[in-house]
């Protein structure tokens, strides 16, 4: 701490040492006296010290829900009729796997062991739908718990790299 640091800090604290209890100090009587309207300011009567008043409470009891089958609330509530819409299974061979990333010599290059050596693969994001195609390679080894490897270029088109692995699904 340089010399100009110290005299800051000394003066801040002998500030705040004679500051403090001086507030303190004066603070004392203003709590005392206030300028907040009182009830008669109001219209309001102001109690006597020899009556007491009993304050009304009430307590709180809610109604049931509709949902629970109580009350007449649920007899006249009809569900309604709600149209789902199922997916259909894809045509030919898919599978979900993560994938990572890896450098090849191609550029449109990817291994996976789901897939037969130079089969073209579609690579779809589960998360955000955006897809690629690359060809398997066979040989380099995919980490454990990985299903694909793909191109490093190839995967940052669809996800950021640094999410990697990420879910996807790989069709052939």
Not at 76 to 88: D, F, K, Q, R, Y
């Amino acid at each position: 701490m340089n010399a100009s640091d110290r005299r800051r800090l000394v003066f801040a604290t002998v500030f705040t040492v004679v500051a403090l209890p001086a507030l303190w100090v004066t603070g004392r009587d203003q709590a005392r006296t206030t300028t907040a309207p009182s009830a008669g300011a109001a219209g309001l009567a102001a109690p006597s010290g020899g009556v007491h008043s009993t304050a009304v409470t009430t307590t709180y009891e809610p109604q049931s829900p509709v949902f629970l089958g109580s009350d007449r609330g649920a007899q006249t509530a009809i569900p309604p009729l709600i149209s789902v819409e199922h997916g259909t299974d894809q045509a030919g061979n898919h599978a979900d796997v993560r994938a990572a990333f890896r450098r090849y010599n191609t550029t449109n290059a990817c291994t996976t062991p789901y897939a037969a050596g130079g089969v073209t693969i579609k690579v779809t994001n589960i998360d955000n739908g955006q897809s690629i195609t690359c060809r398997n390679v066979l040989g380099p080894v995919i980490p454990a718990g990985d299903g694909i490897l793909v191109h490093t270029e190839l995967l940052a088109e669809i996800a950021n790299l640094a999410d990697a692995p990420i879910s996807v699904r790989i069709s052939w």
